[in-house]
């Protein structure tokens, strides 16, 4: 059974950093193409980075771009999330998603991810 577990949210300061992990299992993970979302309280879920297969491409939303850093160890079955300097807009349940097959161009939909975790809590606060 194909399975994301994230992991690694918690309180932190404005200007701190939290780094997430995506257990997976089930699959091959090099196979799937892996994206992180996530979902404020009374907001839509929203994009917030993706990796493709081998690694070799990223992508940001311009919110994260510069903070954010994605990263993908298929040895390991785990995809990470590094946020540096977090601000309070950062605060959201973050996902970890998986789909085997994406259309071109269509990294940042949420439709588009056949599979998801449960999600990890992260608050940024003083």
């Known amino acids: 059974q194909l399975q994301l577990v994230e992991s690694g949210g918690g309180l932190v300061q404005p200007g701190g950093s939290l780094r997430l992990s995506c257990a997976t299992s089930?699959?091959?993970?090099?196979?799937?193409?892996i994206g992180w979302f996530r979902q404020a309280p009374g907001k839509e879920r929203e994009f917030v980075s993706a990796?493709?297969?081998?690694?070799?491409?990223?992508y940001y939303a311009d919110s994260v771009k510069g903070r954010f850093t994605i990263s993908r160890d298929n040895a390991k079955n785990t995809v990470s999330l590094q946020m540096n300097r977090l601000k309070p807009e950062d605060t959201a349940v973050y996902y970890c998603?998986?789909?085997?097959?994406?259309?071109?161009?269509?990294?940042?939909?949420?439709?588009?991810?056949?599979?998801w975790g449960q999600g990890t809590q992260v608050t940024v606060s003083s």
């Open positions: 998603a998986a789909v085997l097959f994406l259309r071109e161009n269509y990294y940042s939909s949420v439709s588009e991810y056949r599979h």
């Open positions: 089930g699959f091959t993970l090099d196979d799937y193409f």
């Open positions: 990796i493709s297969w081998s690694g070799g491409t990223t």
